[in-house]
């Protein structure tokens, strides 16, 4: 305790140098606190982007490796003229495919733009304003005997017409009372035809839970449809005998051309609602349009097509990914958490240089007194606890001021430095403060170094002998 409260005294007594080092190991220690934890915040905000962001990518044909070892092969007509034909046909994903790849530790989540056809037995289509002569006519549900003479072919050219035995079959199970489609989405940041400015949603809002649903205005009115009312669907395949039903949260107006709008009865009918809705109706015939996944980082992207392609996926297909929205959202943090990083580590060397400099004029004034103390009998262990001491209570008062600095300071500078982020922490990370303990007492240590040198170096005697 003596020796302690000794140090006090001698930090009172020479208030001018102490306050020098005081001033300097402040200014070091609030820089090191401000720029770890802009680092820190940083680091955060980038963690923060890349488990929101990720990089998209999206199945699509390698047509380049396609073309290059399957070439499309010449086949002389009967007139003499010359096609060119492919006889390779790709098989696109299906759904049951799409969800298997999105079970991948390479994939943040997976963003659909689902499908299905509806019957309803309740629901009036919406008519199509076509010139006689020019009507859509639903071939959905016919016999094939029906099919061969509405296409004037056999059932070897159905099929080819379909593309397979599958397809044909399909169209055969279909309902007669399909009266619309059922478009089912992830995010409705997927809805481009409202982006585009084609959609607008009038009333209401859009689909956001299980069984929910927005509905067009011309459907609306054919129906007699507002907002809260509930419609009744079943699937498109006769096996879809089970109903669902869907509240109308929205209703959106279609703002196609006039020409086009005439076309286009089946698309007034489309109904849309979330993928959840869809996945659980236990429809058949559910088509994925698109499916985006979004992975974990740019380094993911190679991983997951290999482990797709061992997964089933044809070796024509690849990702198309773009790393633009991924980078433009980390590369400016990333900047600004390595030059924190290097400010901090250049504000600690460089305090560090200069509390080492002062420490070492300090003692050498001291000597002195060092040698008094020495020739009274004091120990040398003593001695220098009483230098530690003197230190170590100057780093806690310098490292008090720097977290109240730190508090204060670390919320504008990460607002001015990294803009409006407000889903981010900007108040002084705890690991800002530990940092700042760490380094106070590093150094303090390098203070004590500094003095237990001095004492040891040289004997009282000499000591009081140099200064006579």
């Avoid at 997927?190 to 585009?196: A, K, M, R, S, Y």
């Avoid at 001491?389 to 977290?403: A, G, K, N, P, Q």
Wanted: glycine share 6%.
């Amino acid at each position: 305790m003596y020796i302690l409260k000794n140090a006090w005294k001698n930090l009172r007594r020479n208030k001018g140098r102490n306050f020098m080092v005081l001033l300097i190991a402040l200014i070091t220690l609030t820089s090191v606190t401000l720029s770890f934890s802009i680092k820190t915040i940083s680091d955060l905000a980038i963690t923060r982007y890349k488990n929101n962001f990720g990089v998209q990518a999206n199945i699509t044909v390698d047509w380049e490796k396609f073309n290059h070892e399957i070439p499309p092969a010449e086949k002389v007509n009967a007139d003499g003229s010359i096609s060119v034909e492919q006889n390779y046909e790709l098989s696109a994903p299906g759904l049951a495919d799409y969800l298997k790849y999105a079970d991948s530790q390479y994939v943040k989540r997976t963003l659909y733009d689902a499908s299905v056809a509806f019957a309803s037995d309740t629901l009036i289509p919406v008519p199509n304003n076509l010139r006689p002569g020019a009507e859509i006519i639903d071939i959905g549900g016919m016999t094939l005997d029906e099919l061969k003479k509405f296409f004037h072919e056999d059932e070897a050219g159905l099929k080819e017409i379909f593309g397979s035995t599958e397809e044909l079959q399909k169209v055969m199970d279909t309902k007669r009372n399909c009266i619309g489609t059922l478009w089912g989405f992830t995010d409705i940041s997927l809805l481009t035809d409202f982006t585009e400015g084609k959609r607008k949603l009038e009333q209401g809002e859009f689909p956001a839970e299980q069984g929910e649903c927005i509905v067009s205005t011309v459907f609306a009115e054919q129906n007699n449809l507002e907002t809260g009312d509930t419609i009744s669907v079943s699937g498109p395949n006769k096996a879809d005998t089970e109903e669902i039903t869907l509240k109308v949260t929205g209703i959106y107006a279609d703002y196609f051309s006039e020409a086009s709008a005439a076309e286009l009865g089946m698309v007034y009918a489309d109904v849309i609602t979330t993928f959840d809705t869809i996945m659980d109706s236990g429809f058949h015939d559910i088509s994925i349009n698109d499916a985006t996944f979004i992975l974990n980082t740019p380094d993911s992207v190679p991983l997951f097509l290999k482990e797709i392609h061992h997964k089933g996926l044809n070796e024509y297909y690849t990702l198309a990914y773009s790393t633009e929205d991924y980078e433009s959202n980390t590369k400016p943090l990333e900047n600004i958490s390595r030059i924190a990083k290097v400010f901090t580590l250049s504000a600690s060397v460089a305090g560090a240089a200069i509390l080492l400099l002062i420490s070492f004029f300090n003692i050498r004034e001291r000597k002195y007194e060092i040698g008094v103390l020495r020739a009274m009998g004091m120990k040398k262990t003593d001695v220098v606890k009483g230098m530690v001491y003197e230190t170590l209570i100057l780093m806690f008062i310098s490292f008090t001021f720097s977290v109240f600095l730190g508090f204060v300071l670390t919320k504008p500078m990460a607002a001015a430095l990294l803009g409006n982020l407000n889903e981010v922490n900007k108040t002084l990370p705890p690991a800002a403060i530990l940092f700042s303990a760490v380094i106070s007492l590093a150094f303090s240590v390098l203070a004590g170094v500094c003095s237990l040198l001095a004492v040891m170096r040289h004997e009282p005697m000499w000591i009081l002998v140099e200064r006579n």
